[in-house]
């Protein structure tokens, strides 16, 4: 699990995590990928005002050694993970989701379509259609219910070429269906789309070489990104009839809760709900997304590293809520168990999210083997439980998801799975 600490913390045998995030805008935490291994390296951390890090609890050998310590620093995600059981989606199951895939994959394509238009739309021309804007949304509020799972499973299978597209669809998606999940009306709930479609507009007005620079931003160009929540506001109040509610939320995405975010600085209740879970949706959508700087990171990571944000950027009460809505290991992620096997996320335990029921389907030798549904509440090896220690992509275990889903046959997902 990938874990926050203080840099004063670390020790020696401790392995420090990438967690994706901007080096620009987290200019305290330390976010190169590296093992310590001397005393010599944390007093480097030190010098440099590197004030936290990452680390992963499941690399190096000082967690191998110091089990207890492994265990506290765990705990907040655990208690989370097992608490309150009847939040949790439990309809979510990896048969069912095959069962509605190419429903889903075609209404996917339709909405992509309508975003691609319309930022092409507001491009050439500034301006907006509140009502097809509209129209959209209800349409997702609409298809919630019946396909909301299978579109999840769906959003993390597209290409990174598409990223300016598919990402402001996953937020104005994954909003509604969060929003759906914790109980919103239908006024909150188009606000949460119309916000999520809007959220990025101003980024119309960064240049590209900006946007698509696969190197550090240097402080000027870094600025000018940080300038497109206040490009989106302007763009939203030359409309006729957004309402403030969606101008409010697209302008304070990139607020923090405890303050140090941008572009006004705002912190705790100073900062709209509908901000707040735009925020974090925004920023699970990116970090599980490949984009042209950084490669996609799975599901569970992205969440621990949320998870270890709360009360700093995010709101804590929204990223509890947001671990149960997702799922500690999502439906149709590919997980490794301590017997060395790799199975697929079938469906969610909602007493314990650490111990979903899986599918394995590759023995320890990554060879495939016949299929066997197990239950890790109650699966053990002799005196040993089942349990998950880790987490692959589908490249990095050579799966084509496309095998488990025998339904999917669109040759646009195909081709991101081949």
């Known amino acids: 699990m990938i874990v926050k600490i203080y840099t004063k913390d670390l020790k020696p045998g401790m392995h420090i995590a990438n967690p994706g995030l901007s080096g620009e805008n987290n200019p305290h935490i330390f976010l190169a990928e590296t093992d310590i291994t001397s005393e010599s390296q944390i007093i480097a951390l030190h010098q440099k005002?590197?004030?936290e890090v990452f680390v992963d609890t499941e690399k190096g050998e000082y967690f191998q050694e110091n089990r207890q310590e492994k265990l506290r620093l765990e705990t907040p995600f655990t208690v989370?993970?097992?608490?309150?059981p009847y939040e949790v989606n439990t309809r979510s199951n990896f048969d069912d989701i095959g069962n509605i895939i190419n429903e889903a994959d075609q209404y996917y394509g339709e909405l992509l379509e309508y975003v691609r238009t319309f930022t092409q739309r507001l491009f050439e021309t500034r301006n907006i259609n509140l009502e097809d804007s509209q129209e959209f949304t209800r349409s997702i509020i609409s298809h919630a219910g019946s396909l909301g799972s299978a579109l999840v499973f769906l959003s993390k299978l597209q290409k990174y070429d598409e990223y300016s597209y598919t990402h402001n669809?996953?937020?104005?998606?994954?909003?509604?269906?969060?929003?759906?999940?914790i109980g919103l009306g239908q006024d909150n709930l188009m606000v949460l789309g119309l916000s999520g479609l809007f959220h990025d507009i101003g980024k119309i007005l960064i240049p590209e070489r900006i946007l698509k620079k696969?190197?550090?931003?240097?402080?000027?160009?870094y600025a000018e990104v940080k300038r497109h929540p206040i490009h989106s506001r302007d763009i939203l109040l030359k409309q006729k009839n957004i309402p403030q509610d969606v101008i409010r939320a697209v302008h304070e995405h990139h607020e923090h809760f405890a303050g140090?975010?941008?572009?006004?600085?705002?912190?705790?209740?100073?900062?709209?709900?509908?901000?707040?879970?735009?925020?974090?949706?925004?920023?699970?959508?990116?970090l599980t997304t490949d984009r042209c700087y950084?490669?996609?990171?799975?599901?569970?990571?992205?969440?621990?590293?949320?998870?270890?944000?709360?009360a700093s950027s995010f709101s804590p009460a929204l990223v509890d809520r947001f671990v149960k809505f997702i799922g500690v290991y999502p439906v149709g992620s590919i997980v490794v168990l301590n017997n060395g096997k790799r199975a697929v996320v079938i469906e969610q335990n909602p007493d314990n999210l650490l111990l979903p029921k899986v599918r394995v389907v590759l023995d320890k030798n990554n060879r495939y083997c016949k299929p066997k549904d197990i239950d890790l509440m109650t699966a053990g090896t002799g005196s040993l439980p089942l349990s998950i220690v880790g987490c692959m992509s589908y490249?990095?275990?050579?799966?084509?998801?496309?095998?488990?889903v025998p339904q999917l046959k669109?040759?646009?997902q195909q081709a991101v799975n081949a």
């Open 49 to 51: 005002n590197y004030v």
């Open 80 to 84: 989370v993970s097992t608490d309150n």
């Open 169 to 181: 669809l996953n937020v104005a998606m994954f909003s509604i269906l969060f929003g759906q999940c």
């Open 214 to 221: 696969p190197h550090k931003l240097s402080a000027a160009e």
């Open 260 to 286: 140090g975010g941008y572009p006004q600085g705002l912190q705790y209740d100073q900062i709209s709900r509908a901000s707040s879970l735009i925020s974090i949706v925004d920023t699970f959508d990116a």
């Open 294 to 310: 950084s490669k996609a990171m799975h599901a569970h990571k992205a969440l621990s590293i949320i998870f270890n944000l709360r």
């Open 395 to 404: 490249q990095e275990c050579r799966i084509n998801i496309a095998e488990f």
């Open 410 to 412: 669109s040759p646009r």
